[in-house]
């Protein structure tokens, strides 16, 4: 078996075989270790060259998905501004699976004072924030122990119970919370992922109820 490269060797978990690593997640086999320290070593090259060239999208999307919003942290310390902040934030929140988790990070980037926040949305979005008739209500699917003030709600009380059926695959109870969001709450608007979401800096809750 070749030897795994020193950096993907700290993030290896030998009982799964896997290797996590903000570059690179893999199962590992005795002939998949060559391919995988090509990959790693080509990826941290072009993540450094892209980094440091401000080839911000570039960058963030050589990361693997858990780890994107670290990296477009790193961007934004790196003098990301403007528009392209707004473009990169809409690209990497709407490809993100994890936002839950990192909730903290999530609600600093989204209360940055940059200009041009609507650059976060595309031309379908921002028409379809414009039509709606405020107040709206919006819905969340989750479990009982997730943060109901969180940043994504949805139009769409359907998709908030697919959410809540997925959050109870594992026997877990899930809640639909129910709330009411004014125009000067919501910061922006993606209809991607074939769902209706708001991102909301407040909502007024109404109901809490177990699905």
Known sequence: MDELNPELADFFDADTGEVHHPLL????????????????????????EALKAGNWNDYVFLHERPYRLDALRRCIAGGISGSEYWKLVGDVWSDSENIFENLAGWREVWSSNERSRASCMNDEERQ?????????????????????????????????????????????????????????DVLACFLRRNEAELVCRFVRISSVAQL
């Open 25 to 48: 997640i893999t199962i590992l086999v005795p002939s998949s270790v060559e391919a995988a320290n090509e990959i790693f070593i080509r990826k941290s090259s072009d993540a450094t």
């Open 128 to 184: 379809f924030l414009s039509s709606l008739v405020w107040p709206q209500n919006v819905w969340r699917g989750c479990i009982p122990s997730i943060d109901h003030s969180s940043l994504s709600w949805t139009l769409d009380l359907e998709v908030a119970r697919w959410f809540a059926k997925k959050c109870a695959i594992n026997g877990d109870k899930s809640v639909i919370v129910t709330g009411s969001v004014r125009s000067e």
